[in-house]
């Protein structure tokens, strides 16, 4: 998770990306018996469910139309399934239809896990849904929600699904496409500043394609979504105090980034928002850093969006009134920074963070400093091992030249 400071990113938080994973545990159901719907409700969904009998094959059946109704934007056939009440659970599935065909979903998979059980007439049976955004063969991305049946004249409904976290399943989306990124945002916000946002995140896209050739490549497409103030708050379970935006990895080679719709602003600081977001897309590519890490992971992404310089205009004066304050010990790998911390201390860690890094890729090349990267943030070498093997250097030495700079460039904005 990215926390903002003045126009600019901080830190992806451990305990939030893991969010990523995790449903909510809110399971929107009718609560009826089984004879409560009228004849009209009654749908040919499915294999016929003798009485007595376990209907998994016909629950397996309709999940199967249900997945490929999806997929051909057939929104009766999906919507099918549910109960024509205008209940929540369908009035909810139809968001989530019209969301997932407006992103142009390229995959869509349901299918049981485990056999129904059945509890005052109603049959219980989680689902197992994967999906994903790129192409037919990607791999897809998993969830696993908890779903309730009835069976009504031998035919089954579905009348309870569990709502997750994710954007496209909790609000019906409005969708923009450019070359390499989409944006998609909630209802609550103007279509004008979709269109604002969209335009900063195709400048910030090629500055991160370039970087991730370094890293396996670019992503197929960069996703962004942008969140008012009560998506903000629910999408993906996140807590983001004073944040701007996050970065959360869903899976290796899949990350998405959040927005908060308070946070695009002029086009300048709203690129360099997105390249620090999308650096964290391509150099961790979908994986979960290290906390250790952190100053890394944070400094990479700074130092990517920092190309015209905006990044470190932002955070020098925090770094001098920082370091001038004393509270810095001179150490460069700093983790996150605590709950409670004021702002202004937060940002001043992200821009020493970020003089770290500049300094690792004048003093030993960019070559060097991915190499660094990649052996510390994704495949968890400590800093010397890894110092030795891709900068040629005990981490002591590279760390202390390091402190060095971070001191001379607090120093040199001092003077100005």
Not at 40 to 60: D, F, S, W
Not at 181 to 196: F, M, N, P, Q, W
Not at 201 to 209: H, Q, S
Request: proline content about 5%.
């Amino acid at each position: 998770m990215t926390r903002t400071r003045t126009g600019t990113l901080v830190a992806l938080a451990a305990a939030v990306v893991a969010a990523a994973a995790i449903l909510t545990t809110q399971l929107f159901t009718l609560g009826s018996a089984p004879t409560a719907y009228a004849a009209v409700a009654v749908a040919h969904n499915g294999t016929v469910v003798r009485a007595g009998e376990n209907p998994l094959y016909a629950i397996q059946a309709v999940l199967k139309g249900q997945s490929d109704a999806m997929l051909h934007g057939d929104r009766d056939a999906y919507l099918a399934a549910f109960p024509d009440t205008g209940s929540e659970v369908r009035e909810r599935a139809g968001r989530r239809f019209d969301s997932l065909t407006a992103l142009a979903v390229r995959r869509w998979d349901m299918t049981t896990n485990g056999i129904p059980s059945r509890l005052n007439g109603v049959w219980r049976l989680p689902v197992a849904v994967g999906y994903c955004f790129d192409a037919p063969d990607c791999t897809p991305i998993p969830l696993l929600v908890d779903t309730e049946w009835t069976v009504v004249r031998g035919r089954v409904h579905l009348v309870g699904y569990e709502q997750t976290n994710r954007p496209w399943d909790s609000t019906k989306l409005t969708v923009r496409n450019g070359k390499r990124v989409t944006v998609a945002g909630a209802e609550s916000i103007d279509s004008s500043l979709l269109d604002r946002l969209l335009k900063a995140a195709e400048a910030a896209a090629p500055i991160d394609d370039r970087v991730a050739t370094s890293f396996g490549g670019p992503p197929p497409r960069y996703l962004v979504y942008v969140a008012g103030e009560q998506e903000w708050t629910s999408w993906y379970d996140s807590d983001t105090e004073n944040a701007a935006a996050y970065t959360i990895p869903l899976q290796p080679g899949t990350s998405e980034v959040v927005v908060a719709r308070g946070s695009i602003r002029g086009e300048a600081s709203t690129r360099t928002l997105m390249a620090h977001e999308f650096a964290h897309v391509v150099t961790l590519d979908g994986n979960l850093p290290p906390a250790a890490g952190w100053w890394l992971t944070e400094g990479i992404a700074e130092y990517v969006a920092n190309g015209d310089g905006g990044a470190l205009r932002d955070d020098l004066d925090s770094v001098r009134s920082y370091l001038e304050a004393g509270r810095w010990d001179g150490t460069v790998a700093l983790g996150p920074p605590a709950d409670g911390t004021k702002l202004e201390d937060a940002v001043a860690r992200y821009g020493i963070a970020l003089l770290a890094v500049t300094y690792l890729a004048q003093h030993f090349g960019e070559a060097k400093l991915f190499a660094f990267f990649t052996q510390v943030v994704r495949k968890g070498a400590t800093l010397d091992a890894a110092a030795r093997s891709a900068l040629g250097a005990d981490w002591a030495t590279v760390a202390k030249d390091a402190a060095a700079s971070v001191r001379a460039a607090a120093a040199q904005n001092d003077r100005q």
